[in-house]
């Protein structure tokens, strides 16, 4: 489909499907706007897209909702690119309440050729929120996230303290290459701005990049972080690179603590298995780029509570790190009990593949097909199926 308002889809399962546009191109849909519901999907696809693309919403925007989506398979698009959705973009009204998007595991490997990709999301702004969501699978892009390329950042403006992502996990590796170079990557978002917060995530997968490189967030400007903590490897090509365990790069300008427009992060942690790598360099733990941001805070009222290189033995996690969100195991590092229920429910052990349970209900199917998506054209529907609910609560 193309583009569409006030769109109800629920319990869909797509299968074996390639599908290949100019714009706005998703394994489902195009575009979602106004009061658009999307839930309990499946989805295996090869998206190829010249500009925008996503496993399954290209663009979804103002006032809708979706939760419990799986997908697997490949997209690669030039910008905006991302696993579940290219963008999520929320209603503009800060008196309202957020757009609702929760409960995403993807597996699927996102390419952006020139632009922005995230395991999850390309980019989410405005009034939304992001949370209970998985990447497994593998990033590349100019700018990369494993869950969302840029939280706060609509195209190329920024948009204040209205947006949040939570409860949210990278195992994915983020890559640069000869041929598609990361600039700018983090294992959460590489780009995190505008008082916008971030809270309860963690990231183990690898990350490399040529400069800005954290393990939560690549630049993170005047936003909140808390309750984090990174174990995957850092590595960036030039020696004097921004690279932290928590930001590669955070910004607080001057005089932003008095006004309450600062970068905060708080209650986070790097461990002891993170390894640090510049080109010719390795694991220089002298240099302070490899404690949470690339330079000390100008502000100390900036970074609290923190602690570089805790062992799974020895980290001290105090209230904050809530017992209903968090498995918290002695002598191990913690887990997302949403994350864990998630993972009991779809099976994502299997590369690339929608599992079929043996529960499933017959039904018949469609011939597996190419679809040629051009932009705002509501296009012959790929192979779907209907699959058991997925049943996954907030």
């Not at 394994?27 to 989805?43: W, Y």
């Not at 909702?65 to 696993?83: L, R």
């Not at 490997?109 to 989410?124: E, F, L, Q, Y």
């Not at 963690?202 to 005047?222: L, P, S, W």
Request: with cysteine; aromatic share 8%; hydrophobic share 30%.
């Amino acid at each position: 489909m193309g583009k569409g308002e006030e769109i109800t889809a629920d319990n869909i399962k797509i299968k074996d499907s390639t599908i290949n546009g100019d714009n706005y191109v998703g394994g489902a849909f195009g575009r979602l706007e106004k009061n658009s519901k999307i839930s309990n999907i499946e989805s295996d696809v090869n998206v190829t897209s010249k500009k925008y693309g996503a496993g399954v919403v290209a663009s979804i925007r103002e006032y809708c909702s979706a939760n419990n989506i799986y997908v697997s398979g490949k997209v690669t698009a030039e910008d905006e690119v991302g696993g579940i959705f290219g963008e999520i973009y929320g209603n503009k009204k800060k008196e309202d309440k957020q757009d609702i998007y929760y409960n995403f595991v993807s597996k699927a490997d996102v390419t952006a050729i020139k632009g922005s990709a995230g395991g999850i999301v390309g980019s989410i702004a405005e009034n939304a929120s992001l949370s209970d969501c998985i990447n497994y699978g593998t990033i590349m892009g100019m700018n990369c996230g494993g869950i969302a390329s840029s939280i706060g950042i609509f195209g190329k403006y920024a948009v204040w303290g209205v947006t949040s992502v939570a409860r949210c996990e990278n195992h994915g590796t983020i890559k640069t290459t000869d041929q598609i170079k990361c600039y700018k990557a983090g294992g959460i978002a590489a780009n995190h701005r505008m008082e916008n917060t971030l809270k309860d995530c963690y990231n183990d997968g690898n990350i490399e990049a040529k400069e800005e490189c954290g393990g939560i967030v690549g630049y993170n400007d005047r936003a909140y972080i808390d309750n984090c903590y990174a174990i995957g490897n850092l590595k960036t090509e030039y020696y004097d690179s921004r690279v932290g365990g928590i930001t590669g790069m955070y910004f607080s300008p001057t005089g932003s603590v008095n006004s309450g427009k600062h970068s905060m992060v708080k209650n986070c942690f790097i461990t002891s298995d993170t390894k640090f790598a510049f080109k010719g360099k390795p694991d220089d733990r002298k240099n302070n780029t490899h404690k949470c941001c690339s330079e000390e805070p100008t502000y100390k009222e900036s970074y609290s509570n923190l602690q570089y290189f805790a062992s799974a033995s020895d980290i001290k996690l105090d209230s904050s790190w809530i017992s209903d969100v968090w498995e918290i195991r002695s002598g191990a590092y913690p887990k997302l009990k949403m994350a864990n229920a998630l993972v009991n429910r779809i099976n994502v052990n299997t590369p690339n593949k929608v599992e079929e349970t043996k529960e499933e209900k017959p039904v018949q199917e469609a011939p597996a097909q190419k679809v040629q998506v051009q932009d705002n054209q509501v296009n012959e529907t790929p192979k779907i199926v209907v699959p058991e609910e997925l049943e996954l609560e907030p």
